[in-house]
């Protein structure tokens, strides 16, 4: 059954206001009958069997309609327009200029050069090389080791325990008191076991075997040719390459252009429109009605005082040095190697012939007395200086600038700006929320994840293989004659008596001495430093923050900010620099000379009288035509297909959750207090309830 309430809001407050003062007045008491009770309460009763009426409040419940306002998803399917991009093959006719090689006939004057012969005579020098022992000095290096310690500086990050006071927020409650239970991290120091590897160096000698050339003399006989001069007359033919004119055919090939139509294949790339299923989720809803108890929070209007910091801006000015690098020159001097040729001077064994012409008789076969002139060898060996160049290798000393910059502190007046910290109050306005149970019954939307499937286009470019004709040009080669005219030389033979100098080969002997590099395999001990990588552990403290849980007293509608301060102790791992002595090896070279044996062929002057043929170079000049491939532009059609995107248009159907405001009707309880009828009562009645106690029936 559906009640209505009859009395409004404001009349229900002015009522309960009117019970409340009449409770708060003493009661009356009745003439004879009143009793004084212990505690300042006054109690009346009615004389015995006398009935009194008193108007009694009964609390009515009525039920009124409340419309009630809740937002439901609910599922709509629409459509909207989305823009696709596909390639469509556009073919075109283009005009390209193109470059043809046409023949084209030419003459040169070309200019040729012609042998023309000389025969003369010319005493003509000979060099002879002759062995002769020397010895040069040789300077070597060599690299001797020297360990040396060195003090260097490292870096180690050693952990320091700091301190920081930090400030943080306290909200104070300030009306209604509750217990809650917050979380604060308390820092806790701990310690972990690192583990690091140290490099630790360890000197150790090992033996290294090397190999050392060691010089050995050493004799062989060798075999030697020398050739010995006899002299006699023969008449001898010689041939004389006489010039003469002719003619000759001689081929010459030609590139001769042939255009002709081929077919080409290509490739294009067609697109093709397929279609693939693919899967996707959707959100299914379903509605359930649930009863949700839920707070409301209905504003209050409060003032506090509030406490807030400002900075205020002060500017001074402060004097700041920094250090700038001052550029500067500075001279040195330093040693470095010039190669530069000195002159010796030596002596060297030659052996020359001082011999004479000597006339002879001799009876020849015919028992004829003949003379003949007869050359009578005198060799001669001698000393001779001489002059030869030499590079050698000289320390010279130069000058050089370099560039270098020293620290130099300079100061500048800069103007900062340090902000005081200023506290200030204000009147603040704020609302509390104060919380109402309330119940109501709402409808639930979840939601239920379906697997659905819908195809999808999407283009492929397919090749596909086409072919179009296009000219090419080819050059086929023709054999062609000429006519060229040539000078060619005419061997004629003649004859001459010559005075012949032969030359008998002896062999003979003699022992030399040459030197040879024999290896031998030494060893010696070597220092070297190895660094063995070990693992070793360090203690490192650290901080934790560990949550605790603790309670405070909490109030509820208000909240005043409190700043408070406490100690954090953190780690700060703070370089030092530290210094360790380390063996470095360093390599001094050592410069050492050796006495190095070795055979240089000298070289001997000699003349003798030859016969030569010189050729002359005549320059004479003909007309050669020639064939000669000419680029020509010529204009032609190529097709051309391209790629255009066409952007199109398409309608895509979609779901769409889209809230919904939905009214219902609520019944809700109201509980108010009406009047009811005069009820009699005796005085010994009993009292039961509030209403027995407060009022006289």
Known sequence: MKRTSWMTPSAAILLAGTLFAGLAAPPTATAGHGRHRGGGCYESYPPPCELATAEVLVPQVNYQTMTVSEVVFKPVQR????????????????????????????????????????????????????????????????????????????????????????????????????????????????????????????????????????????????????????????????????????????????????????????????????????????????????????????????????????????????????????????????????????????????????????????????????????????????????????????????????????????????????????????????????????????????????????????????????????????????????????TVMVPQQRTQKLMLTEYRREERTRDVQYTVMVPQQRSRMETITEFNREERTREVPYTVMVPQQRTKMVMLTEYRQEERSREVPFTVMVPQTRTRTVPVTEFREEERTREIPFTVMVPQQRTRTERIVEWTTEERTREVPYTEMVAKQVERQFEQVTMKPVTEEKVVTYIEQVPETVEREVQVAVRTMVPGSEIPRTAEAPRRGLFGRFFRY
């Not at 370099?402 to 340090?418: D, G, K, N, Y």
């Not at 019954?441 to 283009?459: A, G």
């Open 79 to 486: 459509e909207k327009t989305i823009t696709v991009t596909r390639l469509v093959p556009d073919r075109q006719m283009i005009t390209k200029m193109v470059s043809v090689f046409v023949p084209e006939q030419k003459t040169r004057t070309e200019t040729y050069s012609v042998q023309v012969p000389h025969e003369r005579e010319v005493e003509r020098s000979f060099t002879v090389m002759v062995p002769e022992q020397r010895t040069r000095t040789e300077t070597f290096k060599v690299r001797i080791p020297e360990t040396r310690e060195v003090q260097q500086e490292y870096t180690e990050m050693v952990p320091e325990q700091r301190t920081r006071t930090e400030t943080f927020r306290v909200n104070v409650p300030e009306q209604k008191e509750v217990e809650r239970t917050f979380t604060v991290m308390v820092p806790e120091q701990r310690v972990r076991t690192e583990t690091y590897s140290v490099c630790v160096p360890v000197q150790r000698e090992i033996e290294r075997a090397y190999t050392e050339f060691v010089p050995e003399t050493k004799t062989r006989t060798e075999t030697y040719c020398v050739n010995v001069p006899q002299q006699r007359e023969v008449e001898r033919t010689y041939t004389e390459m006489v010039p003469e004119q002719r003619t000759r055919t001689e081929s010459y090939s030609v590139c001769v252009p042939v255009q002709r139509e081929i077919e080409r294949t290509f490739t294009e790339f067609v697109p093709e429109t397929k279609t693939r299923t693919e899967s996707f989720f959707v959100n299914v809803p379903q509605q359930r009605e649930v009863e949700r108890t839920y707070t409301e929070m209905v504003p209050e209007q409060r003032t506090r005082t509030e406490t807030y910091c400002v900075n205020v801006p002060v500017q001074r000015e402060v004097e700041r040095p920094f250090t700038v690098m001052v550029p500067y020159e500075e001279q040195r001097t330093d040693t470095r190697f010039v190669c530069q040729k000195v002159m010796y001077t030596d002596n060297r064994t030659i052996t020359r012939d001082h011999g004479a012409w000597e006339h002879k008789t001799y009876v020849d076969a015919n028992g004829c007395n003949r003379t003949c002139n007869v050359w009578v060898p005198n060799v001669v060996t001698e000393q001779v200086p001489y002059t030869y160049w030499r590079w050698q290798r000289q320390p010279q000393e130069y000058t050089y600038t370099v560039r270098l910059q020293r620290p130099e502190t300079r100061s500048r007046t800069e103007q900062i700006t340090e902000w005081n910290r200023e506290e200030r109050t204000r009147e603040v306005p704020f609302t509390v929320m104060v919380p109402q149970q309330r119940t109501q019954k709402l409808m639930l939307t979840e939601y239920r994840q379906e697997e659905r499937t819908r195809d999808v286009q999407y283009t492929v470019m397919v090749p596909q293989q086409r072919s179009r004709m296009e000219m090419i040009t080819e050059f086929s080669r023709e054999e062609r004659t000429r006519e060229v005219p040539f």
